[in-house]
């Protein structure tokens, strides 16, 4: 098993930053991609970043410029600095981790509010 504890979140003016964290325990070894994902009042949740174990990185084009995802492997942490925040990032954050050869694990959430 894996858990994954997300935290970082709050409310913060538009052009602001935030960075969110996602500390990861329990059977980790496997684990080849971990990303953010999001979702916003009445929407579908989305990614927003994903980062494998090889350092590689993806981003939605919404937040292309403005976040950043990266991991520090000897706290079994990722992180998401977000930058130049806007309104329409206001969503639940939620951190994923891939495993191999299957799994899906999900963090509870943590709130990103953007006030304008």
Request: charged share 15%; hydrophobic share 30%.
């Amino acid at each position: 098993q894996v858990q994954l504890v997300e935290s970082g979140g709050g409310l913060v003016q538009a052009g602001g930053s935030l960075r969110l964290s996602c500390a990861a325990s329990g059977s980790i070894f496997n684990i080849v991609r971990m990303g953010w994902y999001h979702q916003a009042p009445g929407k579908q949740r989305e990614l927003v970043a994903t980062i494998t174990s090889g350092g590689s990185r993806n981003y939605a084009d919404s937040v292309k410029g403005r976040f950043t995802i990266s991991r520090d492997n000897a706290k079994n942490t990722v992180y998401l600095q977000m930058n130049s925040l806007k309104p329409e990032d206001t969503a639940v954050y939620y951190c994923h981790a891939g495993l191999t050869p299957r799994g899906d694990y999900w963090g509870q959430g943590t709130q990103v509010t953007v006030s304008s």
